[in-house]
């Protein structure tokens, strides 16, 4: 009898362990997890911007092409499908700040991908055009000034 009791002790002591874990598991002294991928060195595109711009996570630079005018950056966005990324970029330009001639809701849209022309905060255009790549990525091209 005494070892029953004794083990019911054990026991009580192990689930309110355990509870007093889930209890302050509030994540208040967790680390930040690792990031879900490489992170990418985008200067070489926004140093010519006037702005803050907006780049997706997990999204790497391939080229850039600088004009008098305007630039252009080649992006590919990892791990993200192209309407993600409209939604994304609609967010931060603003509905009210985007504009297009070919849609009614201001995006021209196709069967792989998506075109948003706006106007950022410095007053500058902005053409994004994004198109599915491999499955769950894609390509995306920015071009930052007069078109």
Not at 3 to 8: G, L, S, T, V, W
Not at 35 to 52: I, N, V
Not at 87 to 107: K, L, M, V
Not at 122 to 134: K, M, P, R, T
């Amino acid at each position: 009898m005494e070892e029953e009791e004794e083990e019911e002790n054990n026991n009580d002591e192990l689930i309110g362990f355990f509870n007093v874990d889930i209890e302050n598991n509030n994540n208040d002294n967790v680390e930040e997890s690792e990031p879900k991928c490489e992170e990418y060195d985008h200067t070489e595109f926004t140093q010519h911007l006037g702005t803050e711009f907006y780049i997706p996570e997990c999204t790497e630079l391939f080229n850039v092409k600088v004009s008098t005018k305007q630039v252009q950056g080649w992006f590919l966005v990892k791990d993200a499908y192209y309407d993600e990324v409209r939604e994304e970029y609609i967010n931060f330009i603003g509905p009210q700040n985007i504009r297009s001639s070919y849609a009614e809701d201001n995006i021209i849209i196709d069967l792989e991908g998506d075109v948003i022309i706006g106007t950022l905060k410095d007053g500058v255009d902005v053409f994004i055009s994004l198109h599915a790549y491999d499955r769950d990525d894609t390509i995306m091209i920015v071009i930052y000034g007069e078109s």
